[in-house]
């Protein structure tokens, strides 16, 4: 089974900048303003990156 990129809003400060979203090395993450990062799946290549960068942990690839 594949694994999927999944973000847990909650988790999510929602106040700054997601570093994660520069993380991403085929830029399937996006950020509108401060809201919660959202994932192109299409793009997503699911290699972690982004999950392990976040010091929220409200990325989760499972």
Do not use: T, W, Y
């Not at 520069?22 to 699911?46: H, M, T, W, Y």
């Amino acid at each position: 089974m594949e694994k999927k990129l999944n973000i847990i809003v909650e988790k999510c400060p929602q106040n700054h900048k997601c570093p994660a979203v520069e993380i991403c090395p085929v830029g399937a993450l996006s950020q509108n303003k401060f809201e919660a990062p959202v994932v192109d799946l299409n793009k997503c290549i699911r290699c972690g990156k982004c999950s392990n960068f976040c010091p929220k942990k409200a990325l989760i690839l499972e």
